[in-house]
């Protein structure tokens, strides 16, 4: 038996009247990616993709080419981050509701609930909150059960033993996670389906999923740090950040380096392998960003190796491992192909998935 591989999936690639506001008339993700510049010698920058073109997720062929692509090359489901921030309050919902009323593509799906508060983070306006996230109580919380019981009811929606399967991505920033998640496998029953499947994302690799009322986890990379305001009583941080910040220079990693801390050798049998492609957010945050550089697709091939051996290892009713992810361009985090690589990563994907039969 293979993995089933879940793609995340970003949806900021159409204008919403809030971007408009907050950053510029138009606004999408491929502002900053089309925007972006190289910051040191030997920085690739602007990385752009090839073949599926600054596409828009209103245009339904574009969605069709996304999931035909990722079906060739072993990709099982996208994960779609939703954004729900309390009081009825959503964002980017149009690509997932266009998906869910058109029924195409035919493509399995499921949804991440991206439970945090947007700031100007991207831009360096850290103080400035754009959209906050809030927990108002249970009604809210069957208010928000209750806007995704249609996909979830999808015969497309990805299941574990008929269960369908949801995402939590800051499982610590919830109130109460084990009452949250046992009133929405209540409402879950009352609503006809056989329960839910819980996920979190956490970065330590033998956090206890089900304590907290999950069924598993995701091994989120934990190296990235954003440069951040440092007090001086660390000294030597707060002199090495104003030296780099004066040479307009981000925080630079070694992509196979970094491996040890993105994939641990050992983690808890609940904790589900996550792979990165790559990463360089510069696009959204400038010289206060992080690189991982010198990845290639055969270093990603190799971190896939180290994620078969977790994945292998695990004690699961699911079948999971996920990358992050399928287009999140701003972030330098995508399978989707670029100019410079093609689709070398997607092969070496699909090469290494079919291999671990």
């Given at each position: 038996?293979?993995?089933?591989?879940?793609?995340?999936?970003?949806?900021?690639?159409?204008?919403?009247?809030?971007?408009?506001?907050?950053?510029?008339?138009?606004?999408?993700?491929?502002?900053?990616?089309?925007?972006?510049?190289?910051?040191?010698?030997?920085?690739?920058?602007?990385?752009?993709?090839?073949?599926?073109?600054?596409?828009?997720?209103?245009?339904?062929?574009?969605?069709?080419?996304?999931?035909?692509?990722?079906?060739?090359?072993?990709?099982?489901?996208?994960?779609?981050?939703?954004?729900?921030?309390?009081?009825?309050?959503?964002?980017?919902?149009?690509?997932?509701?266009?998906?869910?009323?058109?029924?195409?593509?035919?493509?399995?799906?499921?949804?991440?609930?991206?439970?945090?508060?947007?700031?100007?983070?991207?831009?360096?306006?850290?103080?400035?909150?754009?959209?906050?996230?809030?927990?108002?109580?249970?009604?809210?919380?069957?208010?928000?059960?209750?806007?995704?019981?249609?996909?979830?009811?999808?015969?497309?929606?990805?299941?574990?033993?008929g269960k369908p399967v949801?995402?939590?991505?800051?499982?610590?920033?919830?109130?109460d996670p084990v009452a949250?998640?046992?009133?929405?496998?209540?409402?879950?029953?009352?609503?006809?389906?056989?329960?839910?499947?819980?996920?979190?994302?956490?970065?330590?690799?033998?956090?206890?999923?089900?304590?907290?009322?999950?069924?598993?986890?995701?091994?989120?990379?934990?190296?990235?740090?954003?440069?951040?305001?440092?007090?001086?009583?660390?000294?030597?941080?707060?002199?090495?950040?104003?030296?780099?910040?004066?040479?307009?220079?981000?925080?630079?990693?070694?992509?196979?380096?970094?491996?040890?801390?993105?994939?641990?050798?050992?983690?808890?049998?609940?904790?589900?392998?996550?792979?990165?492609?790559?990463?360089?957010?510069?696009?959204?945050?400038?010289?206060?960003?992080?690189?991982?550089?010198?990845?290639?697709?055969?270093?990603?091939?190799?971190?896939?190796?180290?994620?078969?051996?977790?994945?292998?290892?695990?004690?699961?009713?699911?079948?999971?491992?996920?990358?992050?992810?399928?287009?999140?361009?701003?972030?330098?985090?995508?399978?989707?192909?670029?100019?410079?690589?093609?689709?070398?990563?997607?092969?070496?994907?699909?090469?290494?998935?079919?291999?671990?039969?």
């Amino acid at each position: 038996m293979k993995p089933e591989v879940i793609a995340l999936y970003l949806p900021q690639y159409h204008p919403i009247k809030e971007n408009d506001e907050w950053w510029e008339p138009g606004f999408t993700e491929w502002t900053n990616v089309t925007k972006a510049k190289p910051l040191y010698r030997g920085h690739h920058q602007p990385n752009l993709p090839s073949e599926l073109g600054l596409y828009d997720l209103r245009v339904p062929e574009a969605r069709e080419a996304q999931a035909e692509l990722a079906k060739a090359y072993s990709v099982t489901a996208f994960c779609y981050y939703h954004y729900w921030f309390g009081n009825g309050r959503r964002l980017l919902e149009r690509p997932l509701n266009d998906v869910l009323a058109c029924g195409k593509p035919d493509f399995p799906f499921m949804v991440c609930w991206a439970n945090q508060t947007w700031s100007g983070a991207w831009h360096g306006l850290d103080k400035q909150v754009l959209a906050e996230q809030l927990y108002p109580g249970v009604d809210d919380e069957k208010a928000h059960f209750e806007t995704l019981l249609s996909a979830f009811r999808d015969p497309r929606y990805l299941r574990v033993k008929g269960k369908p399967v949801f995402m939590v991505y800051a499982p610590d920033d919830l109130p109460d996670p084990v009452a949250f998640i046992a009133h929405w496998r209540r409402l879950a029953e009352e609503a006809g389906l056989p329960g839910l499947y819980v996920l979190a994302e956490h970065r330590d690799p033998f956090w206890d999923a089900r304590a907290h009322g999950f069924d598993a986890f995701i091994l989120k990379p934990s190296f990235m740090r954003r440069r951040a305001w440092t007090p001086w009583s660390q000294p030597l941080q707060k002199i090495r950040n104003r030296i780099l910040d004066a040479l307009g220079r981000p925080s630079v990693f070694d992509y196979e380096a970094m491996q040890p801390y993105l994939l641990p050798e050992r983690a808890s049998p609940q904790a589900i392998p996550c792979v990165l492609p790559n990463w360089d957010n510069t696009p959204r945050s400038g010289a206060r960003g992080v690189v991982l550089e010198n990845s290639t697709p055969q270093k990603f091939g190799a971190a896939l190796d180290r994620a078969l051996a977790l994945w292998r290892g695990r004690d699961r009713e699911d079948n999971f491992l996920f990358v992050k992810s399928w287009n999140e361009w701003a972030e330098g985090n995508h399978l989707e192909p670029n100019r410079r690589w093609g689709r070398a990563y997607l092969e070496v994907l699909a090469a290494k998935i079919n291999a671990s039969r």
